[in-house]
């Protein structure tokens, strides 16, 4: 006689973890403060454009160095990147599986308009999908060189003044700081809902917070390609 085959195994923790949507919500507030933590050491870094080419080159120089002599040449680089590309994706597919979630469980308009949420609520889709094209524009332009017709390889500054010399390099840049910007005002506030870092006492502070991160870092990316048109960086 055949045994009969189990049906009833329980999935593993790491697979009810995903498939909820605390468990989402809960990737996506994570992965999107591990994005936040490098956006301000990025704008740290790109803010040296402003000490001359000398100390922009070594920068670029040392992120290649990084963690030497215990990782080889480049190694520490690589692992901030395969850091960084996990938590994008983590980061993109929970957004998007939670917003499927979102309409199967609301398939009808709502009868009565609800309180319109903020403008950054409303576009943080778009918002997103700005972010990551740009993403790929910024690794063919600084990264690859592949769109960046005047690059020197080896040279970052002399790359981004080349990137920030034309007028879609700095309106395709601006454009995606803008909704940088508003991504990172709402997801702040998101991220510490769902870490349940807020209450009551708390709200006011992070939104205080949320507000001032996502306006020093706009200003601070797009301070380098005004630098460069207003000729302050060449």
Not at 108 to 124: D, G, I, L, N
């Given at each position: 006689?055949?045994?009969?085959?189990?049906?009833?195994?329980?999935?593993?923790?790491?697979?009810?973890?995903?498939?909820?949507?605390?468990?989402?919500?809960?990737?996506m507030?994570?992965?999107?403060?591990?994005?936040?933590?490098?956006?301000?050491?990025h704008v740290?870094?790109?803010?040296?454009?402003?000490?001359?080419a000398?100390?922009f080159?070594?920068?670029?120089?040392?992120?290649?160095t990084?963690?030497e002599?215990?990782?080889?040449?480049?190694?520490?680089?690589?692992?901030?990147?395969?850091?960084?590309?996990?938590?994008?994706?983590?980061h993109?597919?929970s957004a998007?599986?939670?917003?499927?979630?979102?309409?199967?469980?609301?398939p009808?308009q709502?009868?009565h308009?609800?309180?319109?949420?903020?403008?950054?609520?409303?576009t943080?889709?778009w918002?997103?999908?700005?972010?990551?094209?740009?993403?790929?524009?910024?690794?063919?332009?600084?990264?690859?060189?592949?769109?960046?017709?005047?690059?020197e390889?080896?040279?970052?500054?002399e790359?981004?003044?080349?990137?920030?010399?034309?007028?879609?390099?700095?309106?395709i840049?601006?454009v995606?700081?803008?909704?940088?910007?508003?991504?990172?005002?709402h997801?702040?506030?998101?991220?510490?809902?769902?870490?349940?870092?807020?209450?009551a006492?708390r709200?006011?502070?992070?939104?205080?917070?949320?507000?001032?991160?996502?306006?020093?870092?706009t200003?601070?990316?797009?301070?380098v390609?005004?630098?460069?048109?207003?000729g302050?960086?060449?």
């Amino acid at each position: 006689m055949a045994l009969a085959t189990r049906t009833d195994r329980k999935p593993s923790p790491t697979r009810t973890f995903w498939g909820s949507t605390v468990g989402k919500k809960t990737v996506m507030a994570v992965s999107g403060l591990i994005m936040l933590g490098y956006l301000v050491a990025h704008v740290m870094g790109n803010l040296k454009v402003f000490f001359g080419a000398g100390e922009f080159n070594a920068y670029g120089h040392w992120l290649r160095t990084m963690g030497e002599p215990v990782l080889h040449y480049s190694w520490g680089l690589w692992i901030v990147r395969v850091v960084l590309l996990a938590a994008v994706v983590g980061h993109a597919v929970s957004a998007y599986q939670l917003s499927r979630r979102d309409l199967r469980a609301r398939p009808v308009q709502y009868a009565h308009k609800r309180r319109r949420a903020s403008y950054a609520t409303r576009t943080m889709r778009w918002g997103g999908i700005i972010v990551a094209l740009f993403i790929v524009w910024h690794l063919l332009d600084l990264t690859t060189l592949t769109v960046n017709e005047n690059a020197e390889p080896g040279h970052p500054y002399e790359n981004v003044v080349a990137t920030f010399s034309t007028w879609y390099g700095n309106v395709i840049y601006i454009v995606a700081m803008l909704a940088v910007g508003l991504h990172v005002r709402h997801g702040f506030w998101s991220a510490a809902q769902t870490l349940g870092v807020g209450n009551a006492t708390r709200d006011r502070a992070l939104k205080t917070v949320a507000n001032v991160l996502a306006l020093v870092l706009t200003a601070g990316f797009i301070s380098v390609p005004v630098a460069v048109m207003t000729g302050v960086v060449g």
